[in-house]
């Protein structure tokens, strides 16, 4: 699935071409405005590929001036799936996720965010936080409720 919370008109054809060359055919998106941003664009687009797919889509999107995406794939037998979360001021995020679509948080980086924080529970917080790409979220959370005003259904949202 490809959520485009919001790109300028100008750069809707690009994300197109970007999205049918990452998947290998083209593709044709309908755009709504974007309430939350004055002359931004959004659109849901589900395809259904190879594994590896999404990665490809969200390589070929991050970087783009002003443009909010998320990229989801489905686990499925022997793959892992995943979610990729973009903003302009953040960069791109990446997180594994289940057949439910969880976030898993690999047991090196839950050691880590252990060892950084010692004893010190807010900064354990923080880590677990950062490890769950919640400032991607907190950002992006306003952006996911369509023209009509009917939430986008995503995701479990933890914190």
């Known amino acids: 699935m490809l959520f ?51 990665a490809r889509m969200a390589s070929a999107l991050r970087g783009w001036e002003h443009l909010r995406f998320e990229v989801t794939e489905d686990a499925g037998p022997g793959t892992d799936g995943g979610r990729w979360m ?9 997180a594994q996720t289940d057949v439910a679509g969880n976030t898993v948080i690999p047991e090196d980086r839950v050691r880590y965010a252990m060892e ?27 952006f996911r409720h369509a023209g009509d005003g009917q939430r986008v259904v995503w995701l479990h949202r933890a914190g």
């Open 4 to 54: 485009v919370h919001s790109a300028p008109r100008a750069l809707s054809p690009h994300i197109e071409w970007a999205a049918g060359r990452a998947l290998g055919r083209p593709v044709s998106f309908d755009w709504i405005e974007q309430p939350v941003l004055a002359n931004a664009q959004r659109t849901e687009f589900v395809w259904e590929g190879e594994p590896g797919a999404a």
């Open 86 to 94: 973009h903003t302009p001021d953040l960069g791109i995020f990446y």
């Open 116 to 142: 950084v924080a010692g004893s010190n529970a807010l900064e354990l917080h923080r880590e677990l936080r950062l490890a769950l790409g919640q400032a991607w979220d907190d950002e992006l959370e306003a």
